[in-house]
């Protein structure tokens, strides 16, 4: 019974180890073979593998909040108290506040579910940015602008 006990000891540690690795603790050797055949394939693929190798820090601004989408580097945001919908910027911690969803909610989204699964994207010219959502279920598509009070109805 005591060595059962032992290997469950030995298996539970193996594990917190393998759950606090990362990517930074590939030996070089294999990185540069992975890195190689991203590169050979696709440009993106290299550079988010490289991302995830070097990037690591924290964001107290996702406190609250739920990331409903991401568009070029920017996250979406949703405020799990407000239904405030937030542009972030992730390195510059720079952010854009827009209306809350709740009146869309209420009026056009009943489904619970829908609401939990909405996805959304950022449009942006250089003159001008607006967010998009959309949400399963729900044949509505919606935008607003940081000059608009409130979300409008696309489709």
Request: overall charge positive.
């Amino acid at each position: 019974m005591a060595d059962a006990g032992r290997k469950r000891q030995r298996f539970v540690a193996c594990e917190r180890r393998a759950h606090g690795r990362d990517w930074t603790s590939l030996p070089s050797d294999i990185t540069n073979v992975i890195a190689e055949r991203l590169l050979a394939e696709d440009v993106v693929d290299y550079m988010s593998f490289r991302a995830a190798r070097r990037l690591r820090f924290r964001l107290p601004e996702l406190h609250g909040h739920r990331i409903v989408g991401f568009t070029d580097g920017l996250l979406i945001l949703l405020n799990k108290g407000t239904t405030v919908v937030r542009v972030l910027h992730p390195f510059t911690r720079a952010f854009l506040d827009l209306p809350p969803l709740a009146p869309i909610f209420h009026l056009l989204v009943k489904d619970t579910w829908s609401r939990a699964w909405m996805d959304a994207a950022v449009c942006w010219s250089y003159a001008s940015i607006a967010v998009v959502a959309w949400f399963p279920n729900v044949p509505v598509v919606v935008y607003t602008k940081p000059t608009h009070a409130r979300w409008l109805v696309i489709h």
